[in-house]
């Protein structure tokens, strides 16, 4: 079975950019999460999708950024402009854990490089 | 203060030898406790859950203090393959996952 998968890999713009960042969570899987990493820092959480709706997006730094689910499938993550402090890993995560016992399973993440 | 705080490390520790983490959060309502594994480069995986009571997974033992608000994962009989760096997580009364920044793990022949 596919895991969690993220595209690109590895992403390289320029301030002022836009880049959007594509996540398919494993089939099935209703939940599917954002998070983030910044260099030097711990992975913080970005926000939640219940199938196509957004359950809880209180991470998201500002309006720059846009994650979208539509269908309750694969999910994007814009963001426009893109500025220095947004580089980072990017990761997605997703879950059919109903009961909430914190598995998630991750992607190997998008890192994100804006110069 | 950090919601969760963890020991970057690294620790280097030789095969075989017995390695202990620990980690504190901050937030006394917090739920449910893990750790999570991550070689570099690659995704976070769930290691273990971390109970009350106390949980073992083989080499690996989880433990965790309410009342100090402290996390410990303990490591037997270290393998070259444990290397990794170890995320504390912590889940208050929501979905999403608090980790701490991780405490890297370096095992030597």
């Known amino acids: 079975e596919a895991g969690v998968t993220q595209f690109p890999s590895h992403s390289v713009i320029e301030k002022g950019q836009t880049v959007t960042l594509r996540c398919d969570p494993i089939s099935g899987h209703d939940n599917l999460y954002w998070y983030r990493r910044v260099m030097g820092k711990e992975i913080k959480f970005l926000l939640h999708?219940?199938?196509?709706?957004?359950?809880?997006e209180s991470g998201m730094p500002n309006n720059r950024f846009l994650a979208e689910r539509t269908g309750g499938t694969y999910s994007t993550l814009k963001v426009q402009p893109a500025e220095l402090e947004d580089s980072g890993v990017y990761f997605c995560?997703?879950?059919?854990?109903?009961?909430?016992?914190?598995?998630?399973?991750f992607g190997e993440g998008s890192r994100l490089t804006v110069l | 203060r950090k919601e969760v705080e963890q020991d970057p490390g690294p620790f280097n520790v030789p095969e075989g030898a017995t390695v202990a983490f620990n980690c504190t959060y901050s937030?006394?309502?917090?739920?449910?406790f893990f750790w999570y594994r991550q070689d570099c480069r690659k995704e976070p995986k769930l290691l273990m859950s971390v109970y009350s009571s106390g949980n073992e997974d083989g080499r690996f033992t989880a433990q965790l203090n309410r009342a100090s608000q402290y996390i410990s994962l303990l490591i037997r009989d270290s393998k070259l393959s444990d290397s990794a760096t170890y995320l504390c997580?912590?889940?208050?009364?929501?979905?999403?996952?608090?980790f701490g920044t991780g405490t890297r793990l370096q095992v030597f022949p």
């Open positions: 937030n006394s309502a917090s739920q449910s």
């Open positions: 995560a997703s879950s059919q854990d109903r009961r909430n016992t914190g598995e998630l399973f």
């Open positions: 999708f219940v199938k196509e709706s957004k359950q809880d």
């Open positions: 997580v912590v889940k208050e009364n929501t979905d999403k996952l608090i």
